[in-house]
């Protein structure tokens, strides 16, 4: 699922492929990833203007245009491709946005869990405000307010997108293993120094995995053993645990965090 590394570099790759480039035309293949906005107006709103600087909010992309801005969520399998008008169309491209002469930037997403919206400002605000602080971006101080009071368990409250925004369940595991607590644990029971702690794990491995273009399957990660048949730890060698907490599959090291 699209984190917010994988978030960023889809950034990434709308300001390689389309920054200041005209919009020719819009072929949409799959109005189902389509949400409060037609086929018809999205060419009448966005045909004819640039894309200029883009945002990223979580898991959110902000595209704008200098006028309606449209906001990308990439839910499960959701990606932007940067392409040539000569490749074929792939089976999964939805929504397909053809810039100047040679290049395409394509909406590609297998399961359709999210999709597109073109808002205007207050439409924009409206759905942001209900998305935490970045975790990207966060400081100290509003993290610790993020979480202090919360009653649910340490990995429910870090991937709740109204509290913390960017999160998902495989970087929640990776920074949790990091700072040696327990995924179950109540959120609202740790000490400033655990709060501390945590949200310098999360801002080291964020950076580590942007760099990286998304959650890297590295050995030396709990990223890169949890998928084993029989997954150890990669600092102790202990067996690596399974349960399931949030309705989320979780692995963690009971030795590393007790």
């Given at each position: 699922m699209p984190e917010l590394p994988d978030v960023e570099g889809f950034r990434r790759t709308l300001v390689a492929c389309a920054r200041g480039r005209v919009i020719r035309r819009i072929e949409v293949y799959d109005e189902g990833v389509l949400h409060g906005v037609s086929r018809?107006?999205?060419?009448?709103?966005?045909?004819?203007?640039?894309?200029?600087?883009?945002?990223r909010?979580?898991?959110?992309?902000?595209?704008?245009?200098?006028g309606p801005t449209l906001l990308l969520?990439?839910?499960m399998t959701g990606r932007l491709v940067c392409c040539s008008p000569d490749d074929p169309v792939h089976p999964h491209d939805r929504v397909v946005f053809t810039l100047g002469r040679e290049r395409q930037l394509r909406y590609r997403d297998q399961r359709k869990l999210q999709g597109l919206w073109l808002m205007d400002p207050a439409g924009t605000e409206r759905i942001?405000?209900?998305?935490?602080?970045?975790?990207?971006?966060?400081?100290?101080?509003?993290?610790?307010?993020?979480?202090?009071?919360?009653?649910?368990?340490?990995?429910?409250?870090?991937?709740?997108?109204?509290?913390?925004?960017?999160?998902?369940n495989l970087l929640v595991d990776e920074i949790l293993w990091r700072t040696g607590l327990r995924p179950g644990r109540r959120a609202g029971d740790l000490s400033a120094d655990d709060?501390?702690?945590?949200?310098?794990?999360?801002?080291?491995?964020?950076?580590?995995?942007?760099?990286?273009?998304?959650?890297?399957?590295?050995d030396s990660w709990l990223t890169g053993r949890r998928d084993d048949p029989g997954p150890s730890c990669p600092r102790c060698g202990t067996p690596l645990r399974r349960t399931r907490v949030a309705g989320r599959g979780t692995v963690w090291c009971p030795r590393c965090q007790p």
């Open positions: 018809q107006r999205l060419r009448g709103e966005l045909e004819g203007r640039r894309f200029t600087e883009p945002e909010h979580g898991k959110w992309l902000l595209a704008h245009t200098g969520h990439f839910g942001l405000s209900r998305q935490g602080p970045d975790a990207g971006k966060v400081g100290r101080a509003d993290f610790r307010a993020a979480l202090a009071g919360r009653r649910g368990s340490l990995k429910a409250v870090l991937m709740d997108q109204s509290v913390l925004a960017g999160l998902g709060c501390d702690r945590l949200h310098t794990e999360m801002r080291r491995t964020l950076r580590a995995a942007v760099r990286a273009g998304r959650v890297p399957p590295r």
